[in-house]
T-cell receptor
């Protein structure tokens, strides 16, 4: 039983392309998140979303957009990919401000 | 703004020995959670242990325990009887509870722990 799943786990693409990463949670949690882990392993929030509100970290470029078709899914769309977007992207979910359950991560490589 | 600081970028320990990883944080909240997450080479983020700030008793999970000093805003992780499988990055984290936040985690920069045979 996978609690939080992400696809794909690896994504290699060319600069300028548009790509999406999918995330699904089967925990019934009300809030989902996207985090970015850079090459120095530093983890930083990108978005948080529940069925009422999207909160965007102000440092995230508007080329990144989360889309939630329903409560169990929060997908990440990235337009016009740049070299600096190369990182590991983690989806997570939680019930209120409690422990978060993380997906396996997606390693994005932009060439 | 809340902050989390891990002052040890790297540490090593011999198998079967004990090691303590340090974490300090800053928050204006009175009731909050603190977490230690483990990230092995597989990159999966695994919750190791959780502490609720209003509980004075230190949390314990098998070989893992914390030393929570609320007044000092310190939250260290002790790993006893270290095993090779404990080799990983360890992150200290706390949820952001400012108005308008949805509890996203603030992480420290991590401590890379190597357990040597």
């Amino acid at each position: 039983d996978t609690a939080v799943s992400q696809t794909p786990k690896y994504l290699v693409t060319q600069m300028g392309n548009d790509k999406s990463i999918k995330c699904e949670q089967n925990l019934g949690h009300d809030t989902m998140y996207w985090y970015k882990q850079d090459s120095k392993k530093f983890l930083k929030i990108m978005f948080s979303y529940n069925n009422k509100e999207l909160i965007i970290n102000e440092t995230v470029p508007n080329r990144f957009s989360p889309k939630s078709p329903d409560k169990a899914h929060l997908n990440l769309h990235i337009n016009s990919l740049e070299l600096g977007d190369s990182a590991v992207y983690f989806c997570a979910s939680s019930l209120s401000a409690n422990e978060q359950f993380f997906g396996p991560g997606t390693r994005l490589t932009v060439l | 703004a809340q902050t989390v600081t891990q002052s040890q970028p790297e540490m090593s320990v011999q198998e079967a020995e004990t090691v303590t990883l340090s974490c300090t944080y800053d928050t204006s909240e009175n009731n909050y959670y603190l977490f230690w997450y483990k990230q092995p080479p597989s990159r999966q983020m695994i919750l190791v242990i959780r502490q609720e700030a209003y509980k004075q008793q230190n949390a314990t999970e098998n070989r893992f325990s914390v030393n929570f000093q609320k007044a000092a805003k310190s939250f260290s992780l002790k790993i006893s009887d270290s095993q090779l499988g404990d080799t990983a990055m360890y992150f200290c984290a706390t949820p952001v509870l400012d108005g308008g936040s949805q509890g996203n985690l603030i992480f420290g920069k991590g401590t890379k722990l190597s357990v040597k045979p």
